[in-house]
């Protein structure tokens, strides 16, 4: 049975992820307020994103690996950037650290340069 993962915009700005193996159905009852707690609170929603699948666990595992991205990182995929996706996977600990000391403090600052030879 196919799958579909499909990103949902609510009234409020915010993003939903989800899957299902029949979109047209899902994005019926998230509209009527039969979806997750997330959208029923948060109506109307706009279906912005979507992939298929050839089965309903492919478009499951996919949901997972989304849900844990960034706002900007979704917002990539979602407006087509895939070259952007790898840079906007680094978390803080792929960043060289920029160390500010106060007078009994001292504390580390985040860099915007990548260390070279992390993975990506």
Same mark, same amino acid.
Request: charged residues 25%; proline residues 4%; glycine residues 6%.
């Given at each position: 049975? *196919? @799958? =579909?993962?499909?990103i ?6 915010? $993003? $939903?992820?989800?899957?299902t &193996? &029949? ?9 009527? @307020?039969?979806g997750? &707690?997330?959208?029923?609170? %948060?109506? +109307? #929603?706009k ?15 996919? #949901? *997972?690996? #989304?849900?844990? =991205? /960034? %706002? *900007?990182?979704?917002?990539?995929l979602? !407006?087509?950037?895939? !070259?952007l996706? +790898?840079?906007l996977? *680094? &978390?803080?600990?792929?960043? +060289? %650290?920029?160390v500010? /000391?106060?007078?009994s ?9 990548p260390v070279? @030879?992390g993975?990506?």
């Open positions: 049975m *196919k @799958g =579909w993962l499909y949902l915009e609510c009234a409020d700005g915010t $993003y $939903y992820t989800g899957s &193996n &029949n979109l047209d159905i899902r994005l019926e009852q998230h509209q009527i @307020g039969e997750a &707690n997330h959208t029923k609170k %948060r109506l +109307p #929603v279906l912005i994103y979507s992939e298929e699948y050839q089965r309903i666990d492919e478009a499951y595992y996919r #949901v *997972k690996q #989304v849900e844990g =991205w /960034s %706002r *900007k990182k979704k917002e990539a979602i !407006n087509g950037d895939h !070259n996706l +790898p840079a996977a *680094k &978390n803080y600990t792929q960043y +060289p %650290r920029n500010v /000391s106060t007078s403090t001292t504390v580390d600052v985040p860099s915007s340069e070279e @030879g993975s990506y």
